[in-house]
């Protein structure tokens, strides 16, 4: 056994003993619905990159799932962070955010060397990303989209022969543009946060990516509109450096069904999705 097992091992025991002898409080030492005591001494084996503490890597921004925030209490907010923070709260942990850039994020080597403890950046899940990351359960069903200026020529995939069309670099977007639109010229940018200014002074003739996004910059401004949506079959999950994190994976699914289960998942989505039925 190495001495971190030990210390762990230790540690472990004694705050055992320390429950035992407290009772656990009033109601004779059981543990309320909906905590799975994580925070305490379970928290030991999710090798945490900072004790107490769940880090997650996002690219900012990606409205409507990853947007900063001052208001919350990681600093950022979306659909993504508000379902993360959920989780970390039922755990016992505090949500810490670092904005990273998507490409290094879905390689799965920002997670490797040990920046964050998981990846929540609208990540679908796909056979050749599985090679690097471990994937939590599918939290989030998603479709492409194509966004155009409301003058534009454009009406669907067909007419974007010898058109720019922004992409994000390194996404299943990127790749259903390669494949779909060969013939179009594509730019891949390294987030939303600049495929949307693109597109809005001109330098770029379409968005091509995931339809909830570009349906905030559709709802944002009336002069773009989403002409076509692509069915691809796209789900989303959390992503964890392959092998490394176990039992935080195995407890992020358990708290991701607690969330359906008692209602908490349906009310998050619908603060972001009802209205616009996506």
Request: proline share 5%; aromatic share 8%.
């Amino acid at each position: 056994m190495s001495a971190r097992s030990i210390r762990t091992a230790a540690l472990a025991a004694g705050a055992a003993l320390l429950l035992a002898a407290c009772g656990g409080g009033g109601d004779g030492g059981e543990t309320p619905a909906g905590d799975t005591g994580a925070g305490g001494d379970a928290a030991a084996e999710f090798d945490l990159v900072e004790p107490g503490t769940l880090t997650a890597c996002s690219e900012v921004p990606y409205p409507p799932f990853e947007v900063e925030d001052s208001g919350a209490p990681s600093g950022y907010s979306g659909f993504d962070i508000d379902l993360l923070q959920a989780i970390a709260d039922n755990l016992g942990l505090e949500l810490a955010v670092a904005d990273v850039s998507f490409d290094a994020l879905q390689s799965g080597t920002t997670l490797v060397a040990g920046q964050c403890d998981v990846g929540a950046s609208a990540i679908t899940i796909t056979e050749e990303r599985k090679a690097n990351l471990d994937f939590t359960d599918p939290y989030y069903d998603s479709l492409q989209s194509l966004l155009v200026p409301a003058d534009s020529d454009i009406e669907g995939i067909e007419d974007l022969a010898g058109k720019s069309v922004a992409v994000q670099q390194g996404t299943t977007g990127q790749a259903y543009a390669e494949e779909n639109a060969p013939e179009a010229k594509l730019s891949a940018f390294p987030g939303d946060g600049e495929m949307w200014p693109a597109l809005q002074a001109g330098q770029v003739d379409a968005i091509l990516q995931d339809l909830p996004v570009n349906v905030e910059h559709a709802k944002a401004d009336e002069n773009y509109v989403i002409v076509e949506e692509f069915e691809t079959g796209e789900q989303y999950g959390f992503a964890l450096a392959k092998g490394e994190k176990p039992e935080l994976l195995e407890a992020i699914n358990t708290e991701l069904q607690n969330l359906r289960d008692d209602g908490t998942y349906q009310e998050i989505y619908d603060s972001y999705f009802a209205a616009d039925g996506s």
